[in-house]
């Protein structure tokens, strides 16, 4: 091989940036095509000096915005290489139309989002309002709690994205800063280990099989349309979750590092839970464990995370026992209930008990949410669950100034 | 846990300063964080930078802290800024300044309670390495105060971090290490 | 099997179609009659009822110069080895671009009624025109 391998500690010291860009160096990729955008930056910025100093023999395109990064992810996809790129907030929001096209024409393109707020006004830190757009393009979308996290569900992601059975794009999110910039210890895989668990790319359809020549990017109206995307909603609620357990079975066995479509923190017991994703779930889960020394709080925390494909299933079991439930979504919803309590809504509702339900909205651009805000939302919880009902409006919420904002 | 903050101008390497001590301390096996909070920040503005330590994983992701250690790097942000917020009864400060320690809390009552330890790392840096870049002499007088490591097992330790830097510039900032580990009053 | 009766699950993933049945190794050198196109491929569309009026093809004047094979949008000018050989009718729709470009005095491509037996309109070919002076 053309490239320098790199020797790792066994722990290394990364954000969950770093992280990234090892994770895209060790699984060589044939084509990187980006735009710099903060917080994802240095994903890119130390992908690109690790292909400059020889570890990386694959190519980096620089293109003038978001929209042509991904147009040259699709491209290159399509004609049959390894494929990634990231981006964070208003480059996210650039690049929307092209992430359905890259999920409508089934290419296995790995893409890291660092969630960042979206302006107006203008905002760098981390909320979940950018990565919320994605939710119907299409992606398979994996989210990390931790650098380390980062770092694993990268090569999960290659893996069950690029399987020939699921060939669907896949995201891999976290936090901007509290993820992004904050270094913590990364169990490393050497760079063998790691390429091998991902393997060599096998290309499908790929427009450089000159032997099979293939149009790519196809119009169909209102007659077979509606069967593409027929095919491929089938394909993402039916296909992709036995890849993604498959994976995370391999993954165990070489690391023994555990991920689950649904992860729980104290939950074998619980009677109320907090339903989060991003570096909130770890803190909850701390506070969940403190309230159940401290005050006999039966909590537990549910962390998404697999957001798409949606688990419904997988949290219908989690959630079916529980007297009380709090959604905390980290972006506006703008004139609606929060997401997570949408969806985690629709997953109770055909049950014959289901737990009480509220919403809280926390962390906007980059709002601290603090072990005390996490220690209130359980008393609610507790207060819910012994009353068998509402004891708070609906939606709440959490560490934004003036006279509490709650309605419905 | 251990908590610490750092106060800082945008530039003066207080995020390097931060990782650099996670990344000894975690070579010995401890859980670590280093983070920031920056912003769109300048150089030269104020900023703070933290770090956790504990012996099992850190799940703890809020940027509140109530500080073990605050550090600080540049002499004038015990003027500027609130160095002793969210403090406990027994945070130590370890400041930059020309000042002794008793001139320093006579010059700012708010530190006249707490347990202060003074070094002159920009001094320090400037004379050593020769820029004033005052984070590498502040682990230095932290390793004093801390009593964590012995001296040498640290410097040792940070040779590995700033391996990719020309030699001369590492020996220069063991230089400074040493000094503030052996001014810090 | 018909494409009108395939399900949702009858597609190769992905809207993504294939130009011929089977491997096309030299494809370049392989005529059009002998490459095997697929289903999906425009070539087994034939287009041939958009024509009002059609191109008919006069061998006596022509003198094999390829702009019309060049300038049709539709590949429909049959030629082999540089010789022009015909029309094909399959996939013309009748828009006179070979007509326009033909240097021929009198034209070797003339439009005619789609109805028209072309025998019928070889033999009312018009004479060369005489330049003006």
């Given at each position: 091989?053309?490239f320098?391998?790199?020797k790792l ?11 990234a860009?090892?994770a895209m ?10 735009y710099p955008i903060?917080?994802?930056t ?5 992908y690109?000096k690790f292909?400059a ?6 190519e980096f395109m620089m293109v ?7 147009s ?15 981006t ?6 650039l690049?929307?139309?092209t ?7 089934r ?9 960042r707020?979206?302006?107006a ?5 981390g909320?979940h309002s950018?990565?919320?757009?994605t939710?119907?393009s299409?992606?398979i979308?994996?989210d990390?709690?931790n ?5 694993d569900?990268?090569f ?5 994205a690029e ?10 999110s976290?936090d901007?800063?509290m ?6 210890g ?10 091998n ?8 359809n790929?427009?450089?099989d ?10 169909t109206e209102e ?7 027929a095919?491929?909603?089938n ?11 498959e ?14 479509i649904?992860?729980?923190y104290?939950m074998?017991?619980a009677?109320v839970?907090?339903?989060?994703m ?12 403190e ?8 909590a537990?925390?549910?962390g998404?995370r697999?957001?798409?494909?949606w688990?419904?299933k ?13 959604t905390l979504?980290?972006?506006s919803p703008n ?7 949408n ?10 008990k289901?737990?009480v339900?509220?919403?809280?909205i926390?962390g906007l ?5 603090t ?10 919880l507790k207060?819910n ?10 939606q709440?919420?959490?560490g ?9 | 846990?251990?908590?610490i ?15 650099g001590l ?7 096996g401890k ?8 912003g769109s ?6 900023m ?5 330590v504990?012996?099992?994983?850190i799940?703890n ?5 109530k ?18 917020i969210?403090h406990k ?7 930059t300044?020309?000042?002794?320690t008793d001139?320093?809390?006579?010059s ?11 070094v002159?790392?920009?001094k320090?840096a400037?004379?050593?390495?020769g820029r004033?870049?005052p984070?590498?002499?502040?682990l230095?007088a932290?390793?004093k105060i801390?009593g964590m ?22 020996d ?6 040493q ?7 | ?6 399900g949702w ?6 809207a ?11 494809i370049a050198?392989?005529?059009q ?11 087994t569309?034939?287009?041939a ?15 094999d110069?390829?702009f019309c094979?060049?300038y049709?949008p ?6 082999r080895?540089k010789?022009?050989l ?6 013309c729709?009748g828009?006179?671009?070979?007509v ?6 009198p ?8 109805q028209?037996?072309?025998e ?7 004479e060369k ?5």
């Amino acid at each position: 091989m053309a490239f320098e391998k790199m020797k790792l500690k066994e722990i290394e010291v990364w954000d969950g940036n770093m992280a990234a860009s090892h994770a895209m160096r060790q699984v060589q990729i044939d084509v990187v095509s980006a735009y710099p955008i903060t917080p994802s930056t240095p994903i890119v910025e130390n992908y690109s000096k690790f292909l400059a100093d020889g570890y990386i023999e694959g190519e980096f395109m620089m293109v003038e915005s978001e929209h042509a990064a991904m147009s040259g992810c699709i491209g290159a996809s399509a004609a049959g290489g390894r494929v990634a790129t990231a981006t964070s907030a208003q480059g996210l929001a650039l690049m929307m139309e092209t992430l359905y096209q890259a999920s409508g024409m089934r290419l296995p393109i790995v893409l890291n989002i660092v969630n960042r707020a979206l302006a107006a006004p203008l905002n760098v830190n981390g909320d979940h309002s950018d990565m919320y757009l994605t939710r119907d393009s299409g992606w398979i979308h994996f989210d990390a709690y931790n650098p380390q996290h980062v770092y694993d569900l990268n090569f999960i992601a290659f893996k069950v994205a690029e399987d020939h059975d699921v060939r669907l794009p896949a995201i891999v999110s976290q936090d901007g800063f509290m993820t992004s910039h904050t270094a913590q210890g990364v169990r490393t895989l050497d760079d063998d280990t790691a390429y091998n668990f991902v393997g060599e790319f096998k290309p499908m359809n790929d427009m450089l099989d000159l032997d099979h020549p293939v149009t790519h990017g196809v119009q169909t109206e209102e007659d077979w349309h509606f069967e593409h995307k027929a095919r491929q909603h089938n394909d993402l609620m039916t296909k992709v979750f036995p890849k993604i357990e498959e994976a995370f079975d391999a993954f165990e066995k070489l690391t023994g590092r555990r991920y689950n479509i649904v992860e729980t923190y104290h939950m074998d017991d619980a009677e109320v839970a907090i339903v989060c994703m991003g570096t909130s779930v770890e803190t909850a889960a701390e506070v969940a464990k403190e309230l159940r020394e401290n005050e006999g709080i039966k909590a537990g925390v549910i962390g998404i995370r697999v957001l798409r494909p949606w688990p419904y299933k997988q949290l219908q079991e989690v959630v079916k026992n529980l007297k009380a439930v709090a959604t905390l979504d980290r972006s506006s919803p703008n004139g609606a209930p929060g997401m997570l309590f949408n969806e985690i809504s629709g997953v109770v509702i055909n049950l014959d008990k289901r737990p009480v339900i509220n919403n809280y909205i926390y962390g906007l651009g980059g709002r601290d949410l603090t072990k005390v805000h996490v220690a209130e939302v359980f008393r609610d919880l507790k207060a819910n669950a012994d009353a068998g009902k509402l004891t708070t409006p609906t939606q709440q919420f959490i560490g934004v100034r003036g006279p509490k904002l709650s309605y419905l | 846990m251990l908590e610490i903050r750092w106060h800082s101008r945008a530039g003066q390497g207080a995020v390097t300063g931060a990782k650099g001590l996670a990344d000894i301390i975690a070579s010995t096996g401890k859980h670590v964080q280093a983070f920031a909070f920056y912003g769109s920040a300048k150089r030269g503005a104020a900023m703070t930078a933290y770090n956790r330590v504990d012996d099992k994983e850190i799940l703890n992701h809020e940027k509140f802290m109530k500080p073990d250690y605050v550090f600080v790097i540049d002499p004038a942000l015990v003027y500027t800024t609130d160095v002793t917020i969210n403090h406990k009864d027994n945070t130590k400060y370890i400041i930059t300044t020309h000042m002794s320690t008793d001139e320093l809390k006579a010059s700012q009552p708010k530190l006249a309670d707490k347990e202060v330890y003074t070094v002159d790392c920009i001094k320090i840096a400037q004379e050593t390495i020769g820029r004033p870049i005052p984070n590498t002499p502040m682990l230095g007088a932290f390793m004093k105060i801390s009593g964590m490591y012995d001296i040498e097992f640290f410097k040792d330790k940070m040779k590995g971090v700033l391996s990719k830097l020309p030699q001369k510039i590492i020996d220069a900032n063991m230089q400074a290490i040493q000094r503030a580990y052996d001014e810090v009053k | 099997m018909s494409m009108e009766n395939t399900g949702w699950d009858g597609f190769e993933i992905g809207a993504m179609l294939r130009s011929f049945d089977g491997p096309a190794k030299d494809i370049a050198l392989t005529k059009q009659e002998d490459r095997n196109y697929s289903k999906n491929n425009s070539f087994t569309a034939s287009v041939a009822d958009w024509r009002i009026i059609k191109p008919v093809f006069n061998k006596d004047y022509c003198i094999d110069c390829q702009f019309c094979w060049v300038y049709c949008p539709d590949i429909s000018i049959i030629s082999r080895d540089k010789k022009m050989l015909g029309v094909d009718y399959d996939h013309c729709k009748g828009c006179g671009i070979c007509v326009e470009v033909c240097p021929t005095n009198p034209k070797s491509l003339l439009m005619f009624p789609e109805q028209k037996d072309t025998e019928e309109a070889i033999a009312e070919w018009p004479e060369k025109e005489k330049k003006e002076k």
